[in-house]
């Protein structure tokens, strides 16, 4: 199989997948290097096909429901409240999809986030601490943007209401 047709089957992975799909099992199907299939996303992104880069893996943008909502909530905190601001969300019923950070030098640097339980949570956490990496809103002094998905404005306010309670929320 050559690289076209490999990119063209990973995308059919992808659209079958009842979840993320790792890089490293990717490469273990396609028998390539994670490398490769790095850099296949990378080609297909650069034609335009929209492929999330997530911490649980590769996945497609899902069609929005007419029953959820996106809202940009604004926040601030350090290291130590990173567990306790994402708990807050998921836990009252939002689906936290990235976090956004202004950057003096790049401007606006998006990571894609898709937490959406306490599980996926866990693992970011767990990969995080093994990365020995910093939270994105390390350059920015704490302060970040989230985009979250919710149900509905009860949702958002519970959301709301907590995290301003632990001193988190900015708006």
Same mark, same amino acid.
């Given at each position: ?44 992104? !650069? ?26 909530? !604004? ?35 998006? !990571? ?60």
């Amino acid at each position: 199989m050559d690289a076209k047709e490999r990119r063209v089957k990973l995308l059919e992975k992808l659209k079958d997948a009842e979840g993320p799909l790792t890089g490293t099992w990717l490469a273990k199907e396609f028998n390539v290097s994670r490398q490769v299939i790095v850099g296949d996303f990378a080609i297909l992104r !650069a034609a335009g096909t929209a492929v999330y880069a997530t911490p649980q893996g590769y996945v497609l943008p899902t069609v929005e429901s007419s029953k959820t909502m996106r809202v940009k909530l !604004a926040c601030k905190h350090e290291r130590e409240n990173l567990e306790q601001e994402l708990t807050i969300i998921i836990d009252n019923g939002g689906k936290v999809l990235d976090v956004v950070v202004e950057h003096p030098l790049y401007g606006e640097l998006t !990571a894609n986030l898709m937490l959406a339980s306490r599980r996926d949570l866990t693992d970011f956490l767990r990969k995080l601490d093994a990365s020995h990496a910093e939270q994105l809103a390390s350059i920015t002094g704490g302060v970040h943007v989230h985009t979250v998905e919710v149900s509905d404005d009860e949702t958002l306010s519970r959301i709301k209401d907590e995290l301003r309670m632990k001193g988190i929320l900015l708006n």
